[in-house]
């Protein structure tokens, strides 16, 4: 083949599968062109000032999910700004946050500044899944993988949830018995003690009573713990280090929440290891089929297990929650939606109580109603990831490595461009074949190597006490129209208290 033949075969071949590269039209022949690529300096943002006064003037840190749409429709899919002495870029489109997430690495690195990890150094405290980084995090993660990410392994957790359900389904029929209408008052704190209580028999296959009729004490708060600490960790984030000596309230608040955590969790994790020493010293044969055992099993230093099931009951208590509470919202506002609900479990159930895993799975519509919750108030509003060890480009910038980068999931999940009707809770999008959307627009569980561990216990456990719920009362809104807007506490929680009728069925 003449060599100028095989050089222009090669050339639109390279130009094909590298854009940066083309073939030159005279010399039909491969030239090497940089695109050049833009630069932090030349990306848009709000300077530092206005930001801080969207901040701390106009609320803006229980705003930071809306700030999102703001920010994107002011300066596009991608911007800067200073978060307090953090700068960070925004990144708002699913195609640029799928660029992100790709390149993130063997060891994904969530964010390298954070208070949760400065508190632990302070005290001295193991990092947990949440907080660990590197070969640390990765050796905990394919211990905790083994049991939280087999779907059998999973599954097997059915019957101790299923009893806590049940307790749920007993406890708002004593709440709502308070009431003429029967309505339960504020169902996300109910949802946060359902969620500890899940949590906990998960961790320690025993029960803590946060669903009797006269809640423990330290229940209460170790829940009261959490919404602290998670109201005090945007404050202490966006507050230059320099301020904490000046303004001492926050961060103190910030490490007396997180002390009571870890003296909770370290109370029961302790009990536990009493009673199966005590079995041991009797002779008795000891087994377990919770988290904690495992993970002592594993050997891992008791430190270490303090770290990581202090983390564990934190990240049960509000996702679950705030999950629960938006789904009965919007179907408490959407009847029509619950009756075809409804339906579904009482067709799959055939007269059974309780329902299963597997017939959970059965239930497609479930499964599109906590979607389609999850899309519209996504948890985490906005992740993030850091580069650690290059520079990478996405879209037409290069992002300096080590750079903390936002990924907005709030606006990418309520964008017109993605989601028809994006603001309105229409389940039954996820159920048609013709209406794809984009995969990286709504991923409330993250992605990835680093992506929720817990994500199948809380789908479980979601969908077991949904349907549940569902089998026992029709749900309406104490007072039609009446509407919650979604509020960033770090997570994204009901603004105020979600009021519920629940009538029985
Ligand atoms: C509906 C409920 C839940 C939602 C929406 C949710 C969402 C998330 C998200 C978005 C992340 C970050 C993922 C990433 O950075 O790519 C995450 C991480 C994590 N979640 Fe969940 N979560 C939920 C429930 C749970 C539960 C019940 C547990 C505990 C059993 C849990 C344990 C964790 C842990 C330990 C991590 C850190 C994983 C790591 O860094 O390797 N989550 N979750």
């Given at each position: 083949?003449?060599?100028?033949?095989?050089?222009?075969?090669?050339?639109?071949?390279?130009?094909?599968?590298?854009?940066?590269?083309?073939?030159?039209?005279?010399?039909?022949?491969?030239?090497?062109?940089?695109?050049?690529?833009?630069?932090?300096?030349?990306?848009?943002?709000?300077?530092?000032?206005?930001?801080?006064?969207?901040?701390?003037?106009?609320?803006?840190?229980?705003?930071?999910?809306?700030?999102?749409?703001?920010?994107?429709?002011?300066?596009?899919?991608?911007?800067?700004?200073?978060?307090?002495?953090?700068?960070?870029?925004?990144?708002?489109?699913?195609?640029?946050?799928?660029?992100?997430?790709?390149?993130?690495?063997?060891?994904?690195?969530?964010?390298?500044?954070?208070?949760?990890?400065?508190?632990?150094?302070?005290?001295?405290?193991?990092?947990g899944l949440?907080?660990a980084?590197?070969?640390e995090w990765q050796k905990t993660r394919s211990l905790l993988?083994?049991?939280?990410?087999?779907?059998?392994?999973?599954?097997?957790?059915?019957?101790?949830?299923?009893?806590?359900?049940?307790?749920?389904?007993?406890?708002?029929?004593?709440?709502?018995?308070?009431?003429?209408?029967?309505?339960?008052?504020?169902?996300?704190?109910?949802?946060?003690?359902?969620?500890?209580?899940?949590?906990?028999?998960?961790?320690?296959?025993?029960?803590?009573?946060?669903?009797?009729?006269?809640?423990?004490?330290?229940?209460?708060?170790?829940?009261?713990?959490?919404?602290?600490?998670?109201?005090?960790?945007?404050?202490?984030?966006?507050?230059?280090?320099?301020?904490?000596?000046?303004?001492?309230?926050?961060?103190?608040?910030?490490?007396?929440?997180?002390?009571?955590?870890?003296?909770?969790?370290?109370?029961?994790?302790?009990?536990?290891?009493?009673?199966?020493?005590?079995?041991?010293?009797?002779?008795?044969?000891?087994?377990?089929?919770?988290?904690?055992?495992?993970?002592?099993?594993?050997?891992?230093?008791?430190?270490s297990?303090?770290?990581n099931?202090?983390?564990?009951?934190?990240?049960?208590?509000?996702?679950?929650?705030?999950?629960?509470?938006?789904?009965?919202?919007?179907?408490?506002?959407?009847?029509?939606?619950?009756?075809?609900?409804?339906?579904?479990?009482?067709?799959?159930?055939?007269?059974?109580?309780?329902?299963?895993?597997?017939?959970?799975?059965?239930?497609?519509?479930?499964?599109?109603?906590?979607?389609?919750?999850?899309?519209?108030?996504?948890?985490?509003?906005?992740?993030?990831?850091?580069?650690?060890?290059?520079?990478?480009?996405?879209?037409?910038?290069?992002?300096?490595?080590?750079?903390?980068?936002?990924?907005?999931?709030?606006?990418?999940?309520?964008?017109?461009?993605?989601?028809?009707?994006?603001?309105?809770?229409?389940?039954?999008?996820?159920?048609?074949?013709?209406?794809?959307?984009?995969?990286?627009?709504?991923?409330?569980?993250?992605?990835?190597?680093?992506?929720?561990?817990?994500?199948?216990?809380?789908?479980?456990?979601?969908?077991?006490?949904?349907?549940?719920?569902?089998?026992?009362?029709?749900?309406?809104?104490?007072?039609?129209?009446?509407?919650?807007?979604?509020?960033?506490?770090?997570?994204?929680?009901?603004?105020?208290?979600?009021?519920?009728?629940?009538?029985?069925?």
């Amino acid at each position: 083949m003449p060599q100028t033949l095989k050089l222009a075969g090669r050339a639109s071949l390279l130009a094909r599968c590298f854009p940066e590269i083309w073939a030159d039209p005279v010399l039909k022949a491969p030239v090497r062109v940089i695109k050049s690529h833009k630069t932090l300096d030349e990306m848009p943002g709000p300077s530092a000032l206005s930001f801080f006064s969207d901040l701390f003037c106009k609320k803006g840190l229980s705003r930071l999910h809306e700030l999102q749409i703001e920010g994107k429709a002011k300066y596009g899919p991608m911007w800067k700004a200073s978060f307090g002495p953090i700068l960070t870029v925004h990144v708002a489109d699913p195609s640029l946050i799928e660029q992100v997430l790709r390149q993130e690495g063997k060891h994904p690195i969530r964010s390298a500044i954070s208070s949760w990890k400065d508190y632990r150094e302070c005290r001295g405290h193991a990092y947990g899944l949440l907080t660990a980084e590197g070969e640390e995090w990765q050796k905990t993660r394919s211990l905790l993988g083994k049991h939280m990410l087999k779907p059998k392994e999973v599954e097997s957790y059915t019957g101790t949830l299923n009893d806590v359900v049940s307790d749920l389904i007993r406890r708002l029929e004593h709440q709502r018995s308070f009431h003429d209408q029967h309505v339960v008052k504020n169902v996300a704190d109910e949802f946060y003690k359902f969620g500890l209580e899940g949590i906990s028999s998960v961790l320690f296959e025993s029960r803590i009573g946060c669903l009797e009729p006269k809640v423990p004490q330290e229940t209460e708060n170790f829940i009261s713990s959490i919404n602290t600490m998670f109201i005090m960790t945007l404050l202490t984030m966006a507050m230059p280090k320099v301020l904490h000596r000046i303004f001492p309230k926050p961060w103190q608040k910030f490490c007396e929440s997180w002390d009571y955590m870890f003296e909770f969790a370290k109370g029961h994790i302790d009990k536990r290891m009493a009673e199966v020493s005590e079995k041991i010293s009797r002779g008795e044969k000891v087994e377990g089929k919770y988290l904690t055992y495992y993970l002592a099993q594993e050997k891992l230093s008791m430190k270490s297990i303090y770290g990581n099931v202090t983390e564990l009951l934190l990240a049960g208590v509000d996702t679950i929650s705030s999950t629960l509470s938006w789904s009965l919202y919007e179907l408490s506002r959407h009847p029509e939606v619950q009756t075809a609900l409804h339906k579904e479990i009482a067709a799959v159930m055939k007269g059974s109580a309780i329902p299963t895993a597997a017939d959970v799975a059965q239930m497609p519509l479930l499964k599109a109603v906590v979607k389609e919750a999850l899309r519209l108030y996504p948890v985490i509003p906005g992740n993030a990831r850091v580069i650690s060890d290059r520079d990478i480009q996405v879209g037409d910038y290069l992002i300096p490595k080590k750079t903390l980068i936002t990924l907005c999931h709030y606006a990418t999940s309520r964008d017109a461009k993605y989601f028809s009707n994006p603001n309105s809770f229409q389940p039954e999008r996820w159920l048609r074949k013709d209406d794809a959307h984009h995969p990286y627009a709504s991923i409330p569980f993250g992605f990835g190597k680093r992506s929720c561990i817990g994500r199948r216990i809380a789908e479980l456990e979601v969908y077991l006490a949904l349907s549940r719920i569902l089998m026992h009362f029709e749900v309406k809104p104490e007072q039609e129209g009446h509407i919650v807007r979604p509020m960033t506490r770090t997570l994204l929680v009901p603004e105020k208290e979600i009021n519920l009728q629940f009538l029985s069925r």
